[in-house]
């Protein structure tokens, strides 16, 4: 049935896909396969509402959701992704009500489910709320992800705070410019496109569209060092609340920009790319190592250990892992040693071997705490150990490791409740042994801010395009990012200027073309509706424009009233009149 969904799933004709997906969900009374394959029909159908929003509307998705949850409630991906639907729908109180479910019944530190309930907080101007979701995301997990700083000048925007707003971006411009590396994730090549992993023609894709947007490549292990030798500019620091304060009332009423800062837009951010895979295929080193090697192309291949020593179809032997770490084209790091899913009860439901207590049928209960916890550490010690013998390294290799799935108890769910925070346990073992680590991540950058166990990657999905991952990486940069949430906000706040040098700076610095024009579209649109003014008469107004080069617009009135007070009895107030308009679109007079 998988397979025959892989047909109707990826066909030309998408509408028959939702058929042929629909007849293979009536097919089967498995109850964990049939919420598998609801969830695929789901998701076909969103993708049918991103192309064509008006002939398929987001709402047709979610009956396939709903029900693929009354088949397996526990799925907690499942949920979520049904929450995020109702987001895209505007039904933000049953969104909501799915992500709290998830935090509640599930797993209190699941990150998505909080970024879910931001969103919804957002959408709903509960500003409060928003603020404290926020902090509870990044605090209990990685407080030092550039990333956040994306949240907080939403937020800030929203409430109205444009001055907290612009600061929000200028850090997160800053903490970019110190060094973002965008990783990629692939679970193995093939030489067809029908093949769940991705076709050795789309990664040729990628890497010459990476190439050509002018990306140089690092190997996983080089990233630390990439890091300490990056030259950064000079860079604003973080200012105290009161001076803050006083610089957002001031810009609030003057439009004064802040004290001479160094010009970031000045700098163009580097573009470097590193490529990793998991699960250690041996199609993936015979089809991998010719593509690198064309290229000039290090790749790395985070190793599951324990799998290795078994023999099983598609499985490299060791002898062809040392061979092909040895041609240089590879580089070596490990994925653990427990990477198959558990039992984490006693019906045998499947779980997250990593983040979950495993059940134990032999005494008919849970597995202990300590088992756990010791299971944890020799996954952690075991592969390095294991990985450095086979592969016959240095005692100084294979410092870096990828956590299976990503999961280290932000993902999904976890039952191991006596732990308020499991994430923290797994990252003081990986401390003990690796120096940095990735989980996944709609960002995909791993940025010399972050906490460097924490370094997240993209998965690209096995149909996109070169452009389309070239596209991913330059909108997720944090730099690129940052400039154009700034021409956003500008253009919301009527500043031509700024939007437009924004606009300027990515178009130097490679930001994609169809990017481009959507966001200068944007600016427009949102300058035009500001900049309306009373019809004139457009002959009168030509020949003015001709003969003086001005091209007048904007009058504004305004007053303002001022009391200072020095004691009880004494009090001054002043009522100051200010007036103006625009001689260009770029030249204002006012007084």
Known sequence: LNLLADIAENGNNQESGVKALNKLVDRTDNKILRNRLYLRLSKLQNSM?????????????????????????????????????????????DAEEVFKTVLKDYNPNNLRAKFGLIECYLATARFEECER???????????????????????????????????????????????????TLYHGLSTSEWDPVISTRRF??????????????????????????????????????????FRSLEYDFTGKEAPALPDLSLYSPDKVACITFDDALRASIRLGTPVAEEFQVPLSMHLPAYNLDKVKIGAPSWDELRQAVQSGSWVAGSRLVDNAPIPVDKGG?????????????????????????????????????????????????CKFVAYPDGDIGQETDSNVGEIQNVHETILAEAYMHYTHGFVQSTFGHACATDNPLLYQRYEPNRRESGPDVVKHALENHPVMLARRMRAEFAALQGKPYLANKMLGVLERDGYPDDSLRELAKYIRERLDNQLATAPTDAATEKATKAKTGLELSQPYLGAEIRETRANDQISLWELTFRGGLNLTPHLIADA
Do not use: C
């Open 349 to 397: 439901y499947l779980g997250a071997a990593l983040v979950n207590r495993e059940w134990d049928a032999g005494h008919n209960r849970m597995e202990t705490m300590r088992s756990w916890f010791l299971r944890v550490r020799r996954n952690f010690a075991e592969s390095r150990r294991t990985i450095i013998q086979k592969l016959n390294l240095d005692e100084d290799a």
């Open 49 to 93: 509402s991103v192309q064509d929003p008006v002939k398929y509307p987001v709402a047709d998705a979610s009956p396939s959701s709903r029900k693929a949850l009354d088949d397996d409630p526990r799925y907690v991906s499942g949920r979520l992704y049904l929450g995020e639907l109702y987001i895209v729908g505007r039904f933000y109180g």
């Open 133 to 183: 979701m926020i902090f509870d995301a990044y605090r209990n997990f990685d407080p030092s992800d550039p990333y956040r700083h994306v949240y907080m000048a939403r937020l800030e925007f929203a409430r109205g705070q444009f001055y907290e707003a612009m600061r929000e971006l200028d850090l997160l411009e800053a903490e970019g410019l110190r060094g973002a590396v965008f990783t």
């Open 204 to 245: 040729q894709e990628h890497i010459l569209s990476l190439k050509r947007a002018g990306y140089k490549f690092i190997s996983a292990d080089r990233i630390p060092a990439y890091f300490a030798a990056h030259k950064v500019p000079e860079l604003p620091t973080g200012k105290p609340w009161l001076y803050r304060m």
